[in-house]
């Protein structure tokens, strides 16, 4: 069994900051790679940034220049750092591994961002 506990989500101004944190517990075994995904109301969920054991990291083209994903593997700690927040990013971000072989998916129960004046 794995947990993946998000933390950080809030009410924020634009051009605010948020920094969200997700700690991975139980038989994690080898996290091969660990991504932030969001979902905004009535959409579909989509991936925002992503990072691999290798340290290669990739951004969906509307956060470019302003998050910034980070792990702590010894702490099996994902984080967000989000800066210059937009009205557009308003959403549910979810965390999520895969992790071992065969590659096996988890999913944290998600922490609410919502971006308002």
């Known amino acids: 069994q794995v947990q993946l506990v998000e933390s950080g989500g809030g009410l924020v101004q634009p051009g605010g900051s948020l920094r969200l944190s997700c700690v991975a517990s139980?038989?994690?075994?080898?996290?091969?790679?660990m991504q932030w995904y969001r979902q905004a109301a009535g959409k579909e969920r989509e991936l925002v940034a992503g990072?691999?054991?290798?340290?290669?990291?990739n951004y969906v083209d509307s956060v470019k220049g302003r998050f910034t994903i980070s792990r702590d593997s010894a702490k099996n700690t994902l984080y967000l750092q989000m800066n210059n927040l937009k009205l557009e990013d308003t959403a549910v971000y979810y965390c999520?591994?895969?992790?071992?072989?065969?590659?096996?998916?988890?999913w944290g129960q998600g922490t609410q961002v919502t971006v308002s004046s």
């Open positions: 990072i691999t054991n290798g340290g290669d990291i």
């Open positions: 999520h591994i895969w992790r071992g072989l065969p590659p096996h998916s988890s």
């Open positions: 139980g038989s994690i075994g080898s996290i091969n790679v």
